[in-house]
């Protein structure tokens, strides 16, 4: 039986993701301002290891 802890962030399952695409979409465009030949899919990849680096500082910190 699930923990009530994982039953509540199942719920957010759905608002998580739609943040994280909004996140990778912002930084996308920045990039696409300041880049003028961009490739985007080295953008997002590049993109999501940012993400996950900032993942990793801010779970260290807590």
């Known amino acids: 039986m699930a923990s009530l802890e994982q039953v509540e962030i199942s719920r ?3 608002e998580l993701v739609h ?6 979409q ?3 465009r920045i990039m ?7 490739d985007e899919a080295e953008a997002k990849r590049l993109i999501f290891n940012a993400l996950k680096d ?3 500082d801010v779970e260290r910190e807590v």
């Open 26 to 28: 912002k930084y996308g």
């Open 12 to 14: 957010y399952h759905n």
């Open 54 to 56: 900032a993942l990793a």
């Open 32 to 38: 696409g301002w300041e880049v003028p030949e961009l």
């Open 19 to 24: 943040d994280v695409r909004h996140l990778v």
